[in-house]
Structures are given as structure tokens and as C-alpha cells.
């Protein structure tokens, strides 16, 4: 299969072209140097490509997305629209969209009342940022060009990804990566500053677990979008305190109370993941978190 990857650098790309090559496939990557905003671009890239896993995205911390809303929907918005003009024309076989939790309307996330985000809740649509409503949108995108002009098209809502060899820029690194930095960077009995209270709850999916699911969906006749992540919910002080506990040190939690925290309880409904593709995590926060602190100590170490 000749197969195409956009965002092929980005921490999920690289792992997916890895991933891709290892079943035998013929996979090219593009990343930032080939600018998809640009159509001709696109239409190059998609050129005698059979599959197309189309992750380019400008992303980031919830700081991140929280400060840069026209900058997000502006690129973001405009990679989808070439890419799935360039699909069509091109005459791609199937093409692939990472969409987000974040398409999830705030009523179900904006108190500690959990609610398990099952995928028909994305309507009536009210996501709690600019990221989420352009995630939204580019998904109708691509369901309208499934819909009109015969394209495959296969939607993977992804919850809070992580995993070694992501970024470590504290303005774009995801909580995982952020913390596990910040945990060592204290030490024993030292001081990890976390923004808000503490008390916000998040899901997290390791990359492997995630990459089995993509594939799995891509391979199917599921034509509707689906949640790929975790079910198993950790306040961010928990996350803190198993980061830690891994390390074998104690630390003092400070909450910065005037920082950006994000929605108060984000967890998705697995049931279709499971039922129609079989898929299941398998890999514990407790495994997953020992490799992320693995990596971020070798980087620690070349430094």
C-alpha cells in the first residue's frame, strides 16, 4: 500500500510512520516544510497515494490552544480543506482525520460530575475551545466529501495521546511529558508548580495502544467517527503523585490557581472502539509513565 502521513514529525506521525513501514507498507511523510495550507502542496503530496492518515495540526498545551485561536483555526481549518480536495482529485482510496476529544460540547465536562463522552454527544456542538470547534468542523469536512464525492473516509477522535519522544516545550507538551519534566526537575522533596487545583481529571492513551486502534479503524468499514483513548480517569495531583512514585521521591504540590486548567472532567466512552473494532488499551498508566520518565532522564542525561 502506498500510504501518505501528514504531520510525520509531529510526536504521533513519526510513531505511525514507523508504525505503517513495520506492516509492509510504502509510507511518505510530510511535515512543516511542505506546507499544506498551500493547495498545489497538497495536491503533490497526494499525488499516486492510496491511503492518507492526515494528523497535520498545529496543537499544544491547553495554554497553548487557550492564547492562539485565529492562528489554530486558520491553518488547521485550511490543511483539512486542501487535503480533502487534494484526496479526492487525486483519486485517493481512503483517507484518514484525527480529530479530538475536544469537539465535545462543555456541558458534559464543566463540573466533577463525570460524564463518559459518548460519540453521538458532540450535537448540539458547544466545544470548550477554538481547536475543538475547528476539530468539528473539518470533521464535517471530511464527512461531506464521503458523502458528496464518494472519498473514504475514516474519524478517530483521540483523548489525551502520550508517550516518549514527545516535545518538551512546556507551551505545547501534553500533562504527561510536562509533569514527568517538572517532577524530575524537582527532585526529592522539592516543588512541582500545576496549574489550577489539581482536582481536574483527564484520560490518557499510550502511543501503541493508540496506533493498534488507528490502524484497526482504518482497516474497517466504520464510517462514523470514533473515540480511541482511556477510560481510566486521574486528577492531575494523582498523575503528579504516581509520576513521582515512579521516581521514588516525594514532592510539594503548588497550585497556580491563576493558570489556564482546561475543563473540569474529560472522559470518552470506549464501547464503540471496543465493540466494532475489537480494540482495547493495553498498556497501564503505571507502564506507560515509566517509559515517558525513561525518555525525558536521556534527555536530561545529553544535555
Given at each position: 500500500?502506498k500510504i501518505?502521513?501528514?504531520?510525520?514529525?509531529g510526536?504521533?506521525?513519526?510513531?505511525?510512520v514507523?508504525y505503517l513501514?513495520?506492516?509492509g507498507h510504502?509510507v511518505?511523510?510530510?511535515?512543516?516544510?511542505?506546507?499544506?495550507?498551500?493547495?498545489?502542496?497538497?495536491l503533490?503530496?497526494?499525488?499516486?497515494?492510496e491511503?492518507?492518515?492526515?494528523?497535520a495540526?498545529?496543537?499544544g498545551?491547553?495554554e497553548?490552544?487557550?492564547n492562539?485561536?485565529?492562528?489554530?483555526?486558520?491553518?488547521?481549518a485550511?490543511v483539512?480543506?486542501?487535503?480533502?480536495?487534494a484526496?479526492?482529485?487525486?483519486?485517493v482510496k481512503?483517507?484518514?482525520f484525527s480529530?479530538?476529544?475536544?469537539?465535545?460540547?462543555?456541558?458534559?465536562q464543566?463540573?466533577?460530575?463525570?460524564?463518559?463522552?459518548?460519540?453521538e454527544?458532540?450535537?448540539?456542538?458547544d466545544p470548550?475551545?477554538?481547536?475543538?470547534?475547528?476539530?468539528?468542523?473539518s470533521?464535517?469536512v471530511w464527512?461531506?466529501?464521503?458523502?458528496?464525492?464518494?472519498l473514504e473516509v475514516?474519524?478517530?477522535?483521540?483523548?489525551?495521546?502520550?508517550?516518549?519522544?514527545?516535545?518538551?516545550?512546556?507551551?505545547?507538551?501534553?500533562?504527561?511529558?510536562?509533569?514527568?519534566?517538572?517532577?524530575?526537575?524537582?527532585?526529592?522533596?522539592?516543588?512541582?508548580?500545576?496549574w489550577?487545583?489539581?482536582?481536574?481529571?483527564?484520560?490518557?492513551?499510550y502511543?501503541?495502544?493508540l496506533?493498534?486502534?488507528?490502524?484497526?479503524?482504518?482497516?474497517?468499514?466504520?464510517?462514523?467517527?470514533?473515540?480511541?483513548?482511556?477510560n481510566?480517569?486521574f486528577s492531575?495531583?494523582?498523575?503528579v503523585?504516581?509520576?513521582?512514585?515512579i521516581?521514588?521521591?516525594k514532592?510539594?504540590?503548588?497550585?497556580?490557581?491563576?493558570?489556564?486548567?482546561?475543563?473540569?472532567v474529560?472522559q470518552?466512552d470506549?464501547t464503540?472502539?471496543?465493540?466494532?473494532?475489537?480494540?482495547?488499551?493495553?498498556v497501564?498508566?503505571?507502564e506507560?509513565?515509566?517509559?515517558?520518565?525513561?525518555y525525558?532522564k536521556?534527555?536530561?542525561?545529553?544535555?
Amino acid at each position: 500500500m502506498k500510504i501518505l502521513v501528514t504531520g510525520s514529525k509531529g510526536f504521533i506521525g513519526h510513531y505511525l510512520v514507523k508504525y505503517l513501514k513495520n506492516k509492509g507498507h510504502k509510507v511518505k511523510g510530510v511535515d512543516m516544510e511542505s506546507d499544506l495550507k498551500n493547495f498545489d502542496n497538497a495536491l503533490k503530496a497526494t499525488k499516486g497515494i492510496e491511503w492518507v492518515f492526515n494528523l497535520a495540526s498545529l496543537n499544544g498545551s491547553i495554554e497553548f490552544t487557550t492564547n492562539n485561536h485565529a492562528e489554530l483555526v486558520h491553518n488547521n481549518a485550511l490543511v483539512n480543506l486542501n487535503m480533502a480536495e487534494a484526496c479526492y482529485r487525486n483519486g485517493v482510496k481512503r483517507a484518514f482525520f484525527s480529530s479530538s476529544a475536544c469537539v465535545y460540547p462543555l456541558r458534559y465536562q464543566n463540573t466533577d460530575k463525570v460524564h463518559a463522552l459518548k460519540e453521538e454527544d458532540v450535537s448540539p456542538a458547544d466545544p470548550d475551545t477554538e481547536y475543538g470547534w475547528e476539530k468539528l468542523f473539518s470533521e464535517h469536512v471530511w464527512l461531506d466529501y464521503a458523502r458528496d464525492r464518494g472519498l473514504e473516509v475514516r474519524i478517530a477522535r483521540f483523548i489525551n495521546i502520550y508517550g516518549p519522544e514527545g516535545t518538551l516545550d512546556i507551551l505545547k507538551s501534553k500533562a504527561p511529558m510536562a509533569l514527568t519534566k517538572k517532577v524530575l526537575d524537582a527532585g526529592d522533596g522539592g516543588d512541582v508548580h500545576i496549574w489550577g487545583d489539581g482536582k481536574q481529571k483527564r484520560t490518557f492513551c499510550y502511543i501503541t495502544d493508540l496506533l493498534d486502534g488507528i490502524y484497526r479503524l482504518m482497516k474497517s468499514n466504520i464510517t462514523e467517527p470514533i473515540n480511541l483513548g482511556s477510560n481510566e480517569l486521574f486528577s492531575i495531583d494523582e498523575l503528579v503523585d504516581l509520576i513521582a512514585e515512579i521516581e521514588g521521591i516525594k514532592v510539594n504540590k503548588i497550585h497556580q490557581l491563576d493558570k489556564v486548567q482546561g475543563v473540569r472532567v474529560r472522559q470518552a466512552d470506549l464501547t464503540k472502539a471496543e465493540k466494532l473494532l475489537g480494540w482495547k488499551r493495553k498498556v497501564s498508566m503505571r507502564e506507560g509513565l515509566t517509559e515517558v520518565n525513561k525518555y525525558v532522564k536521556s534527555l536530561k542525561q545529553l544535555r
